[in-house]
């Protein structure tokens, strides 16, 4: 009977090897899985239970989410208040557990939550210690952006400020808002408003850029040397661009004259001239420079940013075989024309008054933990040289003139210099709307900021609607200047 | 060191950990450790060292490491109920008392186990009663579709836990008696023509078997297993009259399943009995057939009987849509736990049980799923201690069951010590996904009076045969 007694044993020792084998399945192998499974309420349940940390304003005290707590104990959950409701509702987002969660609340999710690393939670679990979130303080200024919701004053549009030495996004506006303390109560009306809030203009939609982008052309034509800014072009209209006759804006005949004059006056006959001297794959090189052709490289949730670029019928992106004259000046046809979010353009605007150095955007400045240690400071990081120091420089000459004498006048701060550039696309179906923009930064001897201003089908000029929406940014954020 | 000082030494890090367990739930649950951890310690090891002293003057050669083992088993289990609802644990410290007091009455009762051999037709047909209980009109009562539980007045009872016990002891007896007769020595070979037509017939019937009923790869094997299995006990000329009583056993797994409908026992008190007509035998050809005929009657039943079909399906696929949330709920909510564990576990008392709001999310948590509380809290490298605990369990019973002199010692050793590893098997395996889920509790750690009582009778039957055989082979001057 021994001998059977033993083989008993290992049989026994083989089925509590199975036992360990499906509990390490379920454990460790599947337990990704199984976490992700819809049918699996845990997360969910214990996200409720940890209070997530405050988002901040870069002025560390006007608090833009917290959690409010409810119940006692085990059951003590916690659901998040927005206390300054639409104003910061883009950058923010929300976090509810029956929605979802959208803006920094989505791709800050893991600081928000303290979501440490295994062996962390277990030191946790021996002090017996509740998770708690680290606070997230942002870039976003208030005084800015509280301007630029005024400055839109309800009409559709966005407003994106950026520091161009850092690439600290100060400003992230996009009208009309929503209020993300209504998303539990009211998320179908919310999601299906025909006016798109929950749509982030500045990172989300793309426009017709009009003339703002001819400063892309410039960067191209200017950093390759095939033109500088005294090189004198024939400005008259129409002038038959790739076959088809173009006009300059009112049908104005400007005869020869120089770059700088056809910046400031935002000559389209000059810069699709210009445009077809670079050529169409030195354009396209200078825009992915610019980071164009991907997603903003921002601490923000994939699914609310869209790459800029040309498209072929407003579907396909596309980098050759387009009308380059007509897309140097910010128009295009059906082969393609460019599309842009109001944060590409800002990002221009901001490579520029960087001495042409492209800093990554980024909406967090530091993650704080909740006793008070800075845990993670995010460092300005270099995206792209786009073009040499020089072509930066003369730029930003050619930019100050459109603010002194040109289309921006009405930018223009008292003791402060503006460079900037204004554009107006023509859009809807018999070109009855207008977008118009502004894009600019300020002071030009040492930038502090820049901003890129669009309104949404409207009408009226980039310099008359667009541009001074930037001044009282610019005024708000600098402090100076009263006219 | 004799054998009662090591399990004296063995209880201490029992009741440390037992201490140690409290205050990390307590710690959770009030943030600051109070004396009550240290009551319910010292508690705990002053039961133990009164059962230990108890062996001491009863069962001096007794094996010294099973009655620690079995502690530190109940002692997780208080841990995790306290954990799911102090009351809970409350009345769990009452049954392990009245354990304990089973335990030295059955050690009282009982000086030589052999006396139970005189009995096993009574025991056995008192276990049978037993197990036929539940379908009583009145008191029986249907728990999850199953019949395991009575209900008198207050009082819940699962005969099974018992019933279990009484026919380990009746089998052990009988297969004692008929284990050498029921196969015969060995014979020669046989010439070559008859073992052609002894091995061949039974191939030519599986495959006519595969052709005609159009068999699935389960079906063929099974059919494969049994034919030649059983051509081998025919070929080895047993007597047919003492084959009755295992058809009756079989015959007594199969009528549980339609009478309990509950998949779970019926493994449990057919394994059991399978690794006693093993070690009795020695024949696999017997298992073969056994097994098969075990496994064709549940599948054939598992067609008719909707609870144990459902069972079934659960298993094969817990998260199909429209079941997940339903039937497969309690195994889904087991996997999901046990995925929340990973592999240090979230920490005693910090397992997610109840949803916000009210309502639990882990059913029957302080028994069916309690291994899930526990890969919750103390994750895989919990679970794998708590798995290791019972091994060495099961292996003192079977060191136990090597080292008794008498083939009745043996074979109730090994029986106890087997059903008690199938249990384990059953229970782990089904809220792992390993086999179908059913209802039977995890010995000495899951909630209930029948289960640890049961559980600590079945500890001390193992002493009893232990003391003996220790005892005479310190006689006989050997060393254990």
Redo the contacts between chains.
């Keep these: 009977?021994?001998?059977?007694?033993?083989?008993?044993?290992g049989l026994?020792?083989l089925?509590?090897a199975?036992?360990?084998i499906?509990?390490?399945?379920?454990?460790?192998f599947?337990?990704?899985s199984?976490?992700d499974?819809p049918?699996?309420?845990?997360p969910l349940?214990?996200e409720?239970k940890i209070p997530r940390g405050l988002i901040l304003a870069s002025d560390n005290r006007t608090v833009l989410a917290r959690s409010r707590g409810q119940?006692s104990g085990?059951?003590r959950?916690y659901t998040r208040t927005y206390p300054t409701g639409g104003t910061f509702a883009q950058p923010v987002g929300y976090s509810f557990i029956q929605n979802g969660r959208r803006g920094l609340e989505l791709s800050r999710n893991e600081e928000l939550t303290g979501d440490e690393n295994?062996f962390a939670s277990?030191l946790a679990?021996?002090e017996?210690r509740n998770r708690e979130g680290n606070d997230v303080v942002t870039n976003l200024d208030v005084a800015g952006t509280q301007a630029a919701v005024a400055g839109l004053g309800g009409r559709k549009g966005a407003v994106v400020a950026i520091e161009p030495q850092t690439g600290k996004v100060r400003v992230m506006v996009s009208i009309p808002e929503y209020d993300p303390n209504l998303i539990t109560s009211n998320f179908a009306r919310i999601n299906t408003d025909s006016n798109k809030p929950l749509l982030n203009r500045t990172t989300q939609e793309l426009y017709q850029p009009g003339s703002t982008f001819k400063v892309v052309t410039a960067t191209a034509a200017l950093d390759t040397g095939k033109v500088t800014p005294d090189t004198v072009i024939d400005g008259s209209s129409p002038r038959t661009i790739s076959g088809a006759p173009l006009e300059n804006a009112g049908g104005q005949d400007f005869g020869p004259i120089s770059l700088t004059d056809a910046l400031t006056n935002s000559v389209n006959t000059v810069w699709a001239q210009v445009g077809e001297r670079v050529g169409a794959k030195t354009l396209v090189e200078y825009m992915k420079r610019f980071g164009f052709y991907e997603d903003p490289q921002l601490d923000y949730p994939d699914f609310q940013m869209i790459p800029s670029g040309i498209r072929r019928n407003g579907v396909d992106y596309v980098e050759d075989r387009f009308d380059v004259g007509r897309v140097a000046i910010g128009q295009g046809g059906a082969e393609g024309a460019v599309d842009t979010t109001p944060m590409q353009m800002a990002l221009v605007a901001s490579a520029i008054a960087n001495k042409g150095r492209l800093m990554k955007p980024r909406l967090t400045d530091r993650i704080v933990s909740k006793d008070g240690r800075v845990k993670q400071r995010i460092e300005p990081d270099l995206q792209a040289d786009v073009m040499k120091p020089e072509t930066a420089q003369r730029l930003t000459e050619m930019m100050s003139r459109v603010v002194e004498e040109g289309t921006g006048t009405a930018a223009a701060l008292s003791g402060i210099r503006v460079a900037g550039k204004t554009g107006t696309a023509e859009v809807g179906a018999n070109r009855e709307f207008t977008q118009p923009w502004f894009i600019c930064f300020a002071p030009v001897d040492n930038p502090q900021i820049a901003v890129a201003v669009t309104v949404e089908r409207t009408t009226g000029q980039g310099g008359t609607v667009a541009a001074p929406i930037a001044k009282s940014v610019l005024e708000a954020m600098l402090g100076g200047g009263d006219g | 060191m004799s054998a009662r000082t090591r399990e004296l030494f063995g209880l201490v890090p029992v009741s440390l950990l037992v201490a140690a367990g409290f205050a990390a739930v307590l710690a959770t649950r009030t943030q600051d450790v109070s004396d009550a951890t240290l009551t319910y310690g010292a508690f705990f090891l002053g039961l133990c060292v009164v059962a230990h002293l108890f062996i001491r003057a009863r069962l001096p050669n007794a094996d010294p490491y099973m009655f620690p083992l079995a502690a530190s088993l109940a002692g997780i289990g208080l841990v995790l109920i306290y954990r799911i609802d102090p009351e809970l644990a409350r009345e769990q410290a009452q049954w392990f008392v009245v354990g304990l007091a089973f335990f030295c009455i059955t050690i009282i009762a009982i000086d030589d186990h052999h006396v139970l051999e005189r009995y096993r037709y009574t025991i056995a047909a008192a276990s049978i009663g037993l197990l036929l209980l539940p379908r009583l009109p009145g008191i029986g009562s249907q728990v999850n579709g199953a019949f395991l539980a009575i209900k008198v007045g207050p009082i819940q009872f699962q005969p099974a836990e018992f019933a279990k016990l009484g026919i380990i002891v009746f089998l052990a007896s009988y297969l004692r008696e008929t284990g050498d007769i029921l196969v015969r020595p060995r014979r020669k070979p046989l010439p070559y023509q008859r073992q052609i037509l002894l091995w061949g017939i039974p191939v030519l019937l599986t495959l006519l078997g595969i052709a005609v009923f159009g068999l699935g790869v389960a079906g063929s094997v099974l059919l494969a297993v049994f034919t030649l299995s059983f051509a081998a006990v025919l070929r080895d000329q047993p007597s047919p009259k003492h084959f009755g009583p295992l058809l009756l056993v079989w015959g007594l797994a199969m009528l549980m399943l339609i009478l309990i409908r509950d998949l779970g026992s019926s493994l449990m008190f057919f394994g059991g009995f399978l690794a006693l007509l093993y070690v009795a035998t020695g024949r696999l050809s017997l298992i073969g057939v056994g097994s098969t005929m075990f496994f064709g009657g549940a599948f054939f039943l598992s067609q008719s009987i909707a609870h144990v079909q459902e069972r079934v399906d659960i298993w094969l696929d817990p998260f199909k849509r429209g079941v997940v949330d339903h039937e497969g709920y309690q195994l889904a909510q087991s996997l999901f736990a046990q995925a929340d564990g990973g592999l240090f576990g979230q920490g005693f008392g910090q397992a997610l049980l109840e949803l916000p709001g009210g309502g639990v999310i882990l059913p029957a948590a302080h028994t069916d799923l309690i291994y899930a509380v526990l890969v919750n809290e103390a994750g895989l490298f919990g679970a794998a201690g708590l798995l290791g605990a019972y091994l060495l369990l099961v292996y003192r019973g079977l060191r136990t069951a090597l080292s008794a002199a008498d083939g009745f010692s043996k074979l109730l050793a090994t029986g106890l010590t087997g059903v008690l590893a199938i249990q384990v098997f059953v229970i782990v395996g089904g809220v792992t996904r390993v086999i179908p889920l059913t209802g039977v509790t995890l010995p000495f750690v899951s909630y209930g009076g029948s289960s640890i009582v049961a559980n600590m009778v079945l500890l001390a039957l193992l002493l009893i045969v232990s003391d003996h055989a220790r005892s005479e082979a310190r006689r006989r001057g050997g060393v254990m």
């Design positions: 009977m021994n001998r059977q007694i033993v083989q008993l044993f026994f020792t089925l509590f199975v036992l360990v499906f509990t390490s399945r379920w454990t460790v599947e337990a990704q199984l976490a499974n049918a699996n309420r845990r349940i214990e409720e119940g085990e059951n959950i295994e277990i679990g021996l017996s």
